[in-house]
Every structure is written in C-alpha cells, then in structure tokens.
Nanobody, 123 residues
C-alpha cells in the first residue's frame, strides 16, 4: 500500500483545510486509516482514525469537535476536514494505514505511512 497525502498549506487561525490521502492497492477497505501529526521539536502524535469498516471514528481530545475524518472506499481515499484551526495545529500531517487495526493504534503498529503534508496556521 502506498499513501499519498495532499491538501496542506498556510491558513489563518479560524480557517479550514481538507487533507486527502490516496491509497494504492485493492485492499484499502481492510485498513483502519488515520492521521498523525508532528510539530517542530515534538514527537509524532495521534490525530484521528476511522475503522476499516467505516463504522467508527476516534479523535484526539485536542481536535475533537473541530476535525472530521471520513473515507471513500470506492476512491481509496481518506479525508481529514479541519475547521476552526489554531496555531497549535501547525505540524506535518501524516496519513497512516493499519491492517484491520483498532481505533487507537500506536505508532509502532502502523503498517504504512504516507509522506507528510505541512499545515501552517498563522495567528
């Protein structure tokens, strides 16, 4: 599985962005998909996941109510809609795939990572 993330950019605080992650391969529906982020000087952290079945989602407390993860299995794509962005959301965002994974995967459990896309939120 190869993952290609896009949609990052520069936005003012309070603005919105939508990240996309396109996956190759025919087994996309077997993967729990997620987003992690890494801010400068900090460790990579969990942001959101959506179950391989598409029935459940999970969010970090810091983004709950502002971010929405969704998936389109017909297009092999997972999205992250980010609203009410804050400067502290500034980070490189990474798409992740976990084969039949849980909603709270540890970093070491991720099977595939995409290249990151940079999100910068100005104050």
């Amino acid at each position: 599985v190869q993952l290609q993330a896009s949609g990052g950019g520069l936005v003012q605080a309070g603005g919105s962005l939508r990240l996309s992650c396109a996956a190759s391969g025919r087994t996309f529906s077997s993967y729990t998909m997620g987003w992690f982020r890494q801010a400068p000087g900090k460790e990579r952290e969990f942001v959101a996941t959506i179950m391989w079945s598409g029935s459940s989602t999970n969010y970090a407390d810091s983004v709950k109510g502002r971010f929405t993860i969704s998936r389109d299995d017909a297009e092999n794509t997972v999205y992250l809609q980010m609203n009410s962005l804050k400067p502290e959301d500034t980070a490189v965002y990474y798409c992740a795939a976990v084969y039949y994974g849980s909603l709270s995967p540890r970093i070491y459990q991720v099977d595939y990572w995409g290249l990151g896309t940079l999100v910068t939120v100005s104050s």
